[in-house]
């Protein structure tokens, strides 16, 4: 069964620093891949994903992942955040076999520093 | 409408109680996702249904949790004599086409049961 870890609970980063996000997924096969972001009081909204070709992709925001098999990681990165970007960020991955499930990580909540 | 819409958003409901949980899907969207979210986690798969069958139920916890869409578009989650435990709050996404596509979500209802 697939799984998807998100070992970072809280980050705290300075306003214009750069950001990067981990992301661990577990599946036999190529999975597809999302991230989401959820602001306090909101609901979920997609920034990028992943389903085949080119590794690396652009989202909005500013913001892209890159898929890398090898390491079955699917990080999301910022090269310089805003203070709009504090919220709560989720990884997620979804099976060919089973495409209607969708599993998330347990997120990982973003601050941004003055 | 313009978005995924849920009611109510707050439920108050004591131990025992009956209580149904709406969804209302961006119109045109053929696939309807039910999500729970603890606080702290991400979303966990519920069900998913496919213009009005239901396609995947493998994520209700019991059978006190059933979900329906006799039309194709609204669709209504109901929970049977809740318990403390069924506190949480209960996502609902759309998407136009295959799982594959991007699930939209609504706001959620938060449920609390006393």
């Known amino acids: 069964a697939q799984s998807v870890t998100q070992p970072d609970i809280h980050i705290t980063v300075s306003e214009g620093a750069s950001l990067e996000l981990r992301c661990n997924y577990s599946?036999?096969?190529?999975?597809?891949l999302f991230w989401y972001v959820q602001s306090p009081g909101q609901g979920l909204q997609l920034l990028l994903k992943?389903?085949?070709?080119?590794?690396l992709v652009q989202g909005i925001k500013g913001f892209e992942a890159e898929f890398k098999r090898s390491q079955s990681s699917f990080n999301l990165r910022k090269p310089s955040v805003h203070w709009s970007d504090a919220a709560e960020y989720f990884c997620?991955?979804?099976?060919?076999?089973?495409?209607?499930?969708?599993?998330f990580g347990s997120g990982t909540r973003l601050s941004i520093r003055p | 409408g313009a978005g995924v819409s849920q009611s109510p958003r707050y439920k108050v409901t004591k131990r025992g109680q009956d209580v149904a949980l709406r969804c209302d899907p961006i119109?045109?969207?053929?696939?309807l996702y039910w999500y729970r979210q603890a606080l702290g986690q991400g979303p966990e798969f519920l069900t998913y249904?496919?213009?009005?069958?239901?396609?995947?139920k493998s994520g209700l916890p019991n059978d006190r949790f059933s979900a329906e869409r006799p039309e194709g578009s609204i669709s209504t989650l109901t929970i049977q004599r809740t318990e403390q435990r069924d506190s949480a709050m209960y996502r609902c996404?759309?998407?136009?086409?295959?799982?594959?596509?991007?699930?939209?979500f609504g706001p959620g209802t938060r449920l609390t049961v006393l």
């Open positions: 996404a759309s998407s136009l086409g295959p799982p594959t596509d991007t699930q939209y």
């Open positions: 599946y036999g096969a190529t999975p597809y």
């Open positions: 992943y389903f085949s070709g080119d590794t």
């Open positions: 997620a991955v979804g099976a060919w076999s089973s495409a209607s499930k969708i599993i």
């Open positions: 119109s045109g969207h053929v696939s």
């Open positions: 249904f496919n213009y009005e069958a239901q396609q995947d």
